[in-house]
Structure formats: structure tokens, C-alpha cells
T-cell receptor
Framework: NAGVTQTPKFRVLKTGQSMTLLCAQD?????MYWYRQDPGMGLRLIHY???????AKGEVPDGYNVSRLKKQNFLLGLESAAPSQTSVYFC??????????FGPGTRLTVL | SQQGEEDPQALSIQEGENATMNCSYK?????LQWYRQNSGRGLVHLIL?????REKHSGRLRVTLDTSKKSSSLLITASRAADTASYFC???????????FGSGTQLTVLP
């Protein structure tokens, strides 16, 4: 099993550009999450999903959108990137409120 | 705001010594989890303790939970250089279905 995978691993954007980060899991988990991690800080939840077709806002949702069209995939979109969105983005999945399995992260730089 | 706060922020010990990290949280929890993050990598789940449990062991790890003080501790016994990493506590409260992370403890184990 691949677990949780994320694409791309690295990306550089210019201010105002858009992009989509893809997260995929093969563990048949209902719950999926997107976090961002900034230097010296813990993870902050952007959006999450408790099942196919459902999404909800986390702690820092502004500037991001998500979609969960298939159970195994969770997409994070940036419609108009800003330098403040420079961060490392992690996707995770879990079975209900149990341990979360994390992907390797996407390092995004917005110039 | 961060639900959990780790203490200390940084800890440096010699190989073979024990390492203790503490976590405090603000609201009642369903469970509390500890994760490890090696530099530049995703988070790895270490242990989960539920609100009705007081102590849990997993290999060289021992976690305690004191709900009256809203605190938890992670003890790593007989530390190894490979234990060098950042350690985060994270909690789930009520029906939030969200893990809220602390800012982490950076552990350095010197050979």
C-alpha cells in the first residue's frame, strides 16, 4: 500500500497564479485533511472532509478551496496565490477520530 | 489558536538518557495524540490516549494523561540518536473531528 501520497512535491508560483494540490489515499479512509505548516510551528488545519462529497472549514480556510469527488482523493486549490500562502502543505487521512496518516508534504513558494 | 502547547520548546540530551515532553491543552478532549516529525518529512503517529485513560505504553514510549490538569506527558526511555525529531501533541475535542496541534518540542539526542 502506498498510504497517503501528495503531488507535486515542490512548486513555485507567482502572486495571482492558481494551482491544485492532489492528495490520494489507498486505505479506504472516510476522513481526509489538509494542513499547512509554517516554520517553527505546528500544523494548522485548512479544510477537512468526513466523506465523499462533503467538506468543511478548518482553522485557516481563507484563500483555499477543496473538493472530495472521490473517496480516495482530496484536492486543495489556491485560486489566486499570495506570498502569505508560502508554506509546507500536508494531507492526512484517518478512520474516524483515530490516528492520522500523513503524506510527505508539498513545499510551496509564492513569489 | 493552538489547543496544545508543548514544553519545553527544545530539549537536548545524551544518548541513553530519558526524554520527557509535556503538553497542555485548553478544552475537554476526546483523545490526545503524539506525533513525530523528522526534518523535512511528514508526521508519523506515535501513540493515542483516550480521555478515560491515564497511562499508555508503546515500546520505549510512555504517555500519561491528567484530565484534571489538562496536561499530558510523553516519556521516551533510553533515547537514541535516531529519536532526534520534533514531537507534537494534538487533541480532538467534542464533535470537532479536527486534530489541533501544539507548536512542538524539538528533541536532539547527542551520540
Amino acid at each position: 500500500n502506498a498510504g497517503v501520497t501528495q503531488t507535486p512535491k515542490f512548486r513555485v508560483l507567482k502572486t495571482g497564479q492558481s494551482m491544485t494540490l492532489l492528495c490520494a489515499q489507498d486505505m479506504n479512509h472516510e476522513y481526509m485533511y489538509w494542513y499547512r505548516q509554517d516554520p517553527g510551528m505546528g500544523l494548522r488545519l485548512i479544510h477537512y472532509s468526513v466523506g465523499e462529497g462533503t467538506t468543511a472549514k478548518g482553522e485557516v480556510p481563507d484563500g483555499y478551496n477543496v473538493s472530495r469527488l472521490k473517496k480516495q482523493n482530496f484536492l486543495l486549490g489556491l485560486e489566486s496565490a499570495a506570498p502569505s500562502q508560502t508554506s509546507v502543505y500536508f494531507c492526512a487521512s484517518s478512520y474516524e477520530d483515530n490516528e492520522q496518516f500523513f503524506g510527505p508534504g508539498t513545499r510551496l513558494t509564492v513569489l | 489558536s493552538q489547543q496544545g502547547e508543548e514544553d519545553p520548546q527544545a530539549l537536548s540530551i545524551q544518548e541513553g538518557e530519558n526524554a520527557t515532553m509535556n503538553c497542555s491543552y485548553k478544552t475537554s478532549i476526546n483523545n490526545l495524540q503524539w506525533y513525530r516529525q523528522n526534518s523535512g518529512r511528514g508526521l508519523v503517529h506515535l501513540i493515542l490516549i483516550r480521555s478515560n485513560e491515564r497511562e499508555k505504553h508503546s515500546g520505549r514510549l510512555r504517555v500519561t494523561l491528567d484530565t484534571s490538569k489538562k496536561s499530558s506527558s510523553l516519556l521516551i526511555t533510553a533515547s537514541r540518536a535516531a529519536d532526534t525529531a520534533s514531537y507534537f501533541c494534538a487533541s480532538i475535542s467534542g464533535s470537532a473531528r479536527q486534530l489541533t496541534f501544539g507548536s512542538g518540542t524539538q528533541l536532539t539526542v547527542l551520540p
